[in-house]
């Protein structure tokens, strides 16, 4: 892999003009897809194959009385005059639209406000489209009335145009950010602009490759943000580990194209292999049997592989002898290192003492775990919107008209007309049942079908401790629906993380197997990401859970979003390989040199601990940045993984591994005779 790198490295210098023509090419012709890329996402894909909702769904199209509708119209006015003539203008507009059926009104208020069910006929994948236009066709804000568009579609429709704004106000403030970072850590402007194009490269054209993707099956409307917040950390970290290095190598003496040879050969190597960890850990969330999440798993995986793309290829091609150019004045030593007295004397500190370093740094980090075990987690779509915005504002007054769970009943499947009449009257008495509709017959008389509508949203616990009263009071139904759905999804994800952490662990040990040549290593390495994972959990449960953080203004939720704990196990564990190859690649290039564990592991450590701090500071800047931009979801994942990396590039890598590694001693490169020889033979580093 060096060797090959390092060939890689003399073609890209040799042939700057081509390289950087050819990226400018691809980023040309990606262009408008790129920009286009949510044109086609979808706010679905959270089906579970097989779960009662899902059967219960499926069955409901053979109940010729059914109607479930998708959408509904708020109309609210002034008087009940204007409520019907509006009324009418919007029955005759979608009407005309071939994917619309509107169904009979709905008076509140004394006739000043109206609800019109709209059924969706059309193929599920276009539904959030026909709700855009729908939405552009309908809305508006008269003297006379008021008109919205609410319902799931709707809600995804409104949440594309939200999420736009938020990537852009996320990027607004990463890159700038970064470039501070970059600039305090380099000193140079060359230097420090370089990374920034590796991650707008990366994350541009993983756009363009969404948007194809989107064509061929359905991606969920989170990619975009998420290819984003990760793709812009990881491109600027992996160009950051190979400009370091190529700067180091030039202040060593080397020639500018021996340097990048020497680069690519060492830095590069340890990022394709922290990226092949990122993506095998990404990898991870397709154990979870839920298509949303695996879409967000390959928006991310596209952008891990196309940064590492671009890392190799690109950024040799862009570095040379004028990355010295336009120093900037900084009142401390720039460069790899940064302060090596510093660091020094951090690491003498260190290993000197590494019983009481681990002692006092374990069981902090087990502490700040400890919350995760009152982790509660639910999925609510309404909440991803702000609350000012034009759906959830609808969504919420519909409800204080039409009572909270007007949108989503629970449904109910029996055998027999008898057991339908029993379960009718059983949910009648049950508490958080607002009413019960007549049952209904399906076309052959085999099946039957009883809703019963709830007092609470139904995407709430209120709504889920309802279903679990009817689920005791009608043994005998399949039960579906809204409340059943959320229900479902949080199992299969939240259910799914044991199977998930054991398929990240096996795969991560054997690619750090690999690299490494050590049977301990990638044991410790495996350990030392389940206390990130751990601390960020605990984080999460005690801002977004217990509201900790509600005394400066923030108004917590009350849980923690279905989707959060297996985004951040799968995004914590790859980027923390990333922070435990360099620091270890570091150290077994100095291992090689002299075989002496204690100083190479102080080498090493003195040697990448700026670079390293570096690079997480420019990780928790991208997070922190969309954390503040991004929907409930998204700020969840953002300081879930800030909270994460931060602590495992600053109490994990410089304290904790070099104290095992102190420990250890040379039992850090042990491995039977009998792997090794199945190993591939170790890469010149140096």
Same mark, same amino acid.
């Given at each position: 892999?060096?060797?090959?790198?390092?060939?890689?490295?003399?073609?890209?210098?040799?042939?700057r003009r081509i390289v950087i023509g050819a990226w400018l090419a691809l980023l040309l012709a990606g262009g408008w897809f790129s920009l286009h890329q949510s044109d086609r996402l979808s706010g679905g894909g959270w089906e579970v194959p097989g779960s009662a909702s899902v059967r219960v769904s499926n069955a409901l199209d053979a109940f010729p009385k059914f109607s479930s509708p998708a959408l509904s119209v708020l109309v609210t006015g002034r008087s009940? /005059?204007?409520?019907?003539?509006?009324?009418?203008?919007?029955?005759?507009?979608?009407?005309?639209?071939?994917?619309?059926?509107?169904?009979?009104?709905?008076?509140?208020?004394?006739?000043?406000?109206?609800?019109?069910?709209?059924?969706?006929?059309?193929?599920?994948?276009?539904?959030?489209?026909?709700?855009?236009?729908?939405?552009?066709?309908?809305?508006?804000?008269?003297?006379?009335?008021?008109?919205?568009?609410i319902g799931q579609p709707a809600i995804w429709s409104n949440f594309q145009e939200v999420a736009k704004h938020q990537l852009a106000r996320g990027e607004a403030t990463g890159f700038p950010l970064i470039l501070i970072i970059l600039l305090a850590g380099f000193g140079t402007l060359v230097a420090a602009l370089a990374p920034l194009a590796v991650g707008f490269a990366a994350v541009f054209l993983t756009g363009a490759v969404v948007y194809w993707l989107?064509?061929?099956?359905?991606?969920?409307?989170?990619?975009?943000?998420?290819?984003?917040?990760?793709?812009?950390?990881?491109?600027?970290?992996?160009?950051?580990?190979?400009?370091?290095?190529?700067?180091?190598?030039?202040?060593?003496?080397?020639?500018?194209?021996?340097?990048?040879?020497?680069?690519?050969?060492?830095?590069?190597?340890?990022?394709?292999?922290?990226?092949?960890?990122?993506?095998?850990?990404?990898?991870?969330?397709?154990?979870?049997?839920?298509?949303?999440?695996?879409?967000?798993?390959?928006?991310?995986?596209?952008?891990?592989?196309?940064?590492?793309?671009?890392?190799?290829?690109?950024?040799?091609?862009?570095?040379?002898?004028?990355?010295?150019?336009? %120093?900037?004045?900084?009142?401390?030593?720039?460069?790899?290192?940064?302060?090596?007295?510093?660091?020094?004397?951090?690491?003498?500190?260190?290993?000197?003492?590494?019983?009481?370093?681990?002692?006092?740094?374990?069981?902090?980090?087990?502490?700040?775990?400890?919350?995760?075990?009152?982790?509660?987690?639910?999925?609510?779509?309404?909440?991803?919107?702000?609350?000012?915005?034009?759906?959830?504002?609808?969504?919420?007054?519909?409800?204080?008209?039409?009572?909270?769970?007007?949108?989503?009943?629970?449904?109910?499947?029996?055998?027999?007309?008898?057991?339908?009449?029993?379960?009718?009257?059983?949910?009648?008495?049950?508490?958080?049942?607002?009413?019960?509709?007549?049952?209904?017959?399906?076309?052959?008389?085999? %099946?039957?079908?009883?809703?019963?509508?709830?007092?609470?949203?139904?995407?709430?616990?209120?709504?889920?401790?309802?279903?679990?009263?009817?689920? %005791?009071?009608?043994?005998? /139904?399949?039960?579906?629906?809204?409340?059943?759905?959320?229900?479902?999804?949080?199992?299969?994800?939240?259910?799914?993380?044991?199977?998930?952490?054991?398929?990240?662990?096996?795969?991560?040990?054997?690619?750090?197997?690999?690299?490494?040549?050590?049977?301990?290593?990638?044991?410790?390495?495996?350990?030392?990401?389940?206390?990130?994972?751990?601390?960020?959990?605990?984080?999460?449960?005690?801002?977004?859970?217990?509201?900790?953080?509600?005394?400066?203004?923030?108004?917590?939720?009350?849980?923690?979003?279905?989707?959060?704990?297996?985004?951040?196990?799968?995004?914590?564990?790859?980027?923390?390989?990333?922070?435990?190859?360099?620091?270890?690649?570091?150290?077994?290039?100095?291992? /090689?040199?002299?075989?002496?564990?204690?100083?190479?592991?102080?080498?090493?450590?003195?040697?990448?601990? %700026?670079?390293i701090t570096s690079a997480a500071l420019v990780m928790v800047a991208v997070f922190a940045a969309f954390a503040v931009a991004g929907a409930p979801s998204l700020r969840e994942l953002g300081v879930g993984l800030a909270v994460a990396v931060g602590l495992d590039a600053s109490l994990v890598r410089l304290v904790v591994v070099p104290a095992t590694m102190r420990l250890l001693g040379d039992w850090n490169w042990w491995v039977p005779r009998r792997l090794?020889?199945?190993?591939?033979?170790?890469?010149?580093?140096?």
């Amino acid at each position: 892999m060096a060797t090959l790198l390092a060939r890689l490295a003399d073609a890209a210098s040799r042939r700057r003009r081509i390289v950087i023509g050819a990226w400018l090419a691809l980023l040309l012709a990606g262009g408008w897809f790129s920009l286009h890329q949510s044109d086609r996402l979808s706010g679905g894909g959270w089906e579970v194959p097989g779960s009662a909702s899902v059967r219960v769904s499926n069955a409901l199209d053979a109940f010729p009385k059914f109607s479930s509708p998708a959408l509904s119209v708020l109309v609210t006015g002034r008087s009940s /005059a204007a409520v019907r003539s509006r009324l009418a203008a919007v029955r005759t507009a979608t009407a005309r639209d071939p994917n619309l059926r509107p169904d009979r009104p709905h008076l509140f208020a004394g006739g000043r406000a109206a609800l019109l069910p709209v059924t969706y006929v059309g193929p599920t994948g276009a539904a959030i489209d026909v709700a855009t236009r729908a939405r552009h066709a309908l809305v508006q804000t008269t003297p006379e009335t008021r008109t919205r568009l609410i319902g799931q579609p709707a809600i995804w429709s409104n949440f594309q145009e939200v999420a736009k704004h938020q990537l852009a106000r996320g990027e607004a403030t990463g890159f700038p950010l970064i470039l501070i970072i970059l600039l305090a850590g380099f000193g140079t402007l060359v230097a420090a602009l370089a990374p920034l194009a590796v991650g707008f490269a990366a994350v541009f054209l993983t756009g363009a490759v969404v948007y194809w993707l989107s064509h061929a099956t359905e991606m969920s409307i989170y990619v975009t943000n998420m290819a984003s917040m990760i793709g812009i950390g990881v491109a600027v970290d992996y160009s950051l580990f190979v400009v370091s290095r190529y700067r180091r190598e030039l202040r060593a003496g080397a020639a500018p194209d021996e340097a990048l040879r020497r680069a690519l050969a060492s830095s590069g190597t340890a990022v394709v292999f922290s990226g092949a960890t990122v993506a095998v850990s990404l990898a991870g969330l397709f154990v979870i049997d839920v298509n949303a999440v695996r879409s967000m798993a390959i928006g991310a995986i596209v952008v891990v592989s196309i940064a590492v793309l671009a890392t190799v290829t690109l950024l040799p091609a862009l570095l040379g002898p004028g990355v010295e150019r336009f %120093r900037i004045g900084l009142p401390w030593r720039t460069g790899e290192s940064g302060d090596p007295v510093f660091w020094r004397r951090w690491t003498e500190s260190v290993m000197a003492h590494p019983v009481r370093a681990l002692a006092l740094v374990v069981p902090f980090l087990l502490l700040l775990s400890a919350p995760l075990l009152a982790i509660k987690t639910y999925n609510r779509g309404l909440e991803q919107l702000p609350r000012g915005s034009e759906v959830r504002q609808a969504t919420e007054q519909a409800q204080r008209f039409a009572g909270p769970g007007f949108s989503g009943p629970v449904h109910m499947l029996v055998d027999r007309r008898a057991e339908a009449d029993r379960v009718a009257a059983r949910l009648e008495r049950v508490r958080g049942v607002a009413r019960v509709t007549q049952p209904l017959t399906r076309r052959d008389g085999r %099946r039957f079908l009883v809703d019963a509508y709830l007092t609470s949203d139904p995407e709430s616990a209120a709504a889920q401790a309802t279903l679990r009263r009817i689920e %005791r009071a009608a043994p005998e /139904a399949t039960v579906g629906g809204a409340t059943q759905f959320g229900v479902d999804v949080d199992r299969a994800i939240f259910g799914g993380l044991p199977r998930m952490l054991l398929f990240i662990l096996a795969v991560s040990y054997v690619v750090l197997l690999v690299l490494l040549r050590s049977v301990l290593l990638p044991l410790k390495a495996i350990l030392m990401n389940l206390l990130s994972v751990g601390a960020a959990y605990g984080a999460l449960v005690a801002v977004f859970q217990w509201g900790w953080l509600d005394w400066i203004g923030y108004s917590s939720p009350g849980y923690v979003d279905t989707i959060v704990p297996a985004l951040v196990l799968a995004v914590t564990f790859g980027l923390s390989m990333d922070y435990e190859v360099f620091l270890l690649t570091r150290i077994r290039e100095r291992y /090689a040199l002299h075989g002496r564990n204690d100083q190479a592991v102080a080498e090493g450590l003195v040697g990448s601990a %700026r670079i390293i701090t570096s690079a997480a500071l420019v990780m928790v800047a991208v997070f922190a940045a969309f954390a503040v931009a991004g929907a409930p979801s998204l700020r969840e994942l953002g300081v879930g993984l800030a909270v994460a990396v931060g602590l495992d590039a600053s109490l994990v890598r410089l304290v904790v591994v070099p104290a095992t590694m102190r420990l250890l001693g040379d039992w850090n490169w042990w491995v039977p005779r009998r792997l090794a020889k199945l190993l591939p033979a170790p890469a010149p580093l140096g």
